[in-house]
């Protein structure tokens, strides 16, 4: 692999990162200048779209594509909305991009406006970011005062507001739509598409929502190039994957060494993130298992590390996909039981209860959980628990949003890939029941009434 240089986290360990005149410095802010000269909305949307650059939120979809799904010539308002909710357990990549270098994110936010015809943007930060809210905040105000921010921004004809909105502290603020409700003064209730935010978002009117990690890339595609942005990363694998380019930040965290927020290339392996960036596994132990991306991705046995963390990768695998590149590495003392039973806690805990799906299968696989941690398990448990996995979710069709495929891919990975040890502790915890035939009350067997 060539010489890798960071880009995105270039700034982070200088003094003061956070402010304007270390982020000018560094050559910051000269994206901006460059693209108010001298190019046009449409210019810059090309060169993204060239650039091949994938939203880093979760789902992975193409930045430029989805800026030229807003209806062309639309008398505006257009609305920029960036989602900093960042609640995907072990993600954090975007947490020290806006502690540490809050003006990337804006001048990505800035360039993103400019392109999509949006005059005003939302930065919707998650509740408990209160040092990240802060410090956008603070750069949001020195803008202002420079006039990088307001009407005519450094004498252009461009026009831009950005204001900060707190996050309502649910994992379901970040579904995109779930999101726009919220900063509309709404519980975070998805909604059914379509219409797409692009047509119809926030206040009904056509609405980018953008990762903070997504747009802080472009301000570096506009300096260094198309070029330069595709020879890091890995091309496309075949007619349905458009490649995966750039760098990307990792989050590693768990049974490792050294956990943090590293940049690499896109498609570094999971081992060699663990091994180099993680340090290692600690107390000198192995790698059971790991989350590739987020645990909404799924789950990787010890043997399916040298896969590529890119768009493609996790998905070779079994996995949902890349997701949020938060790894999450697990050494061989943990249970496989009680991995299953926190995700599942997790995803019944956040869902909205507007599917019937979602909401009924995410607290029965919660419930099943329950019963075989508290030693009432049956064999039967674990097939109950993949008809459930493969029964909601978008991709069978069942519900709004993509909650529900998150929840269903611990399950399907987790009794897929570890069964053996799911029946272990199974005939462990339950010798008189595990192979029961029949229903049990689920609730009264383990005194969880009410629960
Ligand atoms: C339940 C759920 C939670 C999500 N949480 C986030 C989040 O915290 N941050 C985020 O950027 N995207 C999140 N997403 C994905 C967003 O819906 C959306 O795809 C993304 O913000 C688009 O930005 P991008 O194209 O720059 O990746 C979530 C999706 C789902 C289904
Ligand atoms: S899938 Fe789940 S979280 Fe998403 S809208 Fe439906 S009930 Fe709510």
């Not at 061989?332 to 599942?344: K, W």
């Not at 448990?381 to 519900?399: A, F, V, Y």
Request: charged share 20%.
């Amino acid at each position: 692999m060539p010489d890798f240089e960071p880009v995105l986290l270039a700034n982070v360990n200088k003094p003061d990162s956070h402010t304007l005149s270390v982020y000018e410095a560094g050559g910051g802010y000269s994206a901006l200048r460059k693209v108010l000269k001298g190019m046009s909305p449409t210019e810059v949307i090309d060169q993204v779209k060239a650039a091949g650059l994938r939203g880093r939120g979760g789902a992975g979809f193409p930045t430029g594509v989805k800026w030229g799904f807003l209806p062309p010539n639309h008398p505006g308002p257009i609305y920029m909305c960036i989602n900093a909710d960042e609640s995907e357990p072990a993600t954090f990549n975007n947490r020290i991009l806006m502690e540490q270098d809050p003006h990337q994110v804006l001048e990505g936010t800035m360039i993103a406006c400019y392109a999509t015809k949006a005059t005003t943007a939302y930065i919707y930060v998650r509740y408990e970011y209160p040092t990240a809210y802060k410090r956008l905040q603070m750069a949001i105000d020195e803008c202002y005062a420079k006039n990088m921010l307001g009407n005519k921004i450094l004498g252009s004809d461009f026009n831009l507001n950005i204001y900060l909105h707190r996050g309502a502290a649910a994992y379901i603020c970040g579904e995109e739509t779930g999101l726009i409700e919220s900063l509309e003064g709404k519980r975070a209730w998805p909604r059914i598409k379509p219409p797409f935010p692009a047509v119809e978002g926030a206040f009904r009117k056509p609405t980018v929502v953008n990762n903070p990690e997504t747009v802080a890339n472009v301000p570096h595609i506009i300096n260094r190039g198309v070029d330069w942005y595709k020879s890091i990363g890995v091309p496309s694998t075949g007619p349905r994957d458009p490649g995966s380019y750039g760098p990307k930040l990792y989050c590693v965290s768990g049974h490792v060494n050294k956990p943090g927020c590293y940049e690499a290339p896109m498609g570094i392996t999971c081992r060699e993130l663990i091994e180099n960036q993680g340090g290692g596994v600690w107390k000198g132990r192995k790698v059971k298992m790991a989350v590739p991306g987020g645990i909404s991705m799924g789950l990787l046995t010890e043997k399916e590390l040298d896969i590529k963390l890119d768009f493609a990768g996790p998905g070779t695998v079994g996995c949902l996909g890349l997701g949020t590149a938060a790894v999450t590495v697990m050494d061989e003392t943990v249970s496989i039981v009680d991995y299953l039973h926190n995700c599942c806690r997790f995803f019944a805990h956040e869902s909205c209860g507007q599917c019937t799906p979602c909401r009924e299968g995410t607290s029965w696989s919660e419930r099943i959980m329950h019963r075989i941690k508290a030693g009432k398990g049956r064999f039967k448990d674990l097939d109950i628990l993949l008809n459930i996995s493969e029964s909601i979710g978008i991709m069978p069709g069942t519900t709004i949003c993509g909650l529900a495929d998150g929840a269903a891919w611990p399950m399907k990975n987790a009794v897929k890939k570890f069964r053996g040890e799911f029946e272990d502790y199974i005939r462990r915890t339950n010798p008189a029941g595990f192979m029961e035939e029949h229903a049990v009350e689920a609730l009264e067997l383990v005194g969880i009434a009410g629960h």
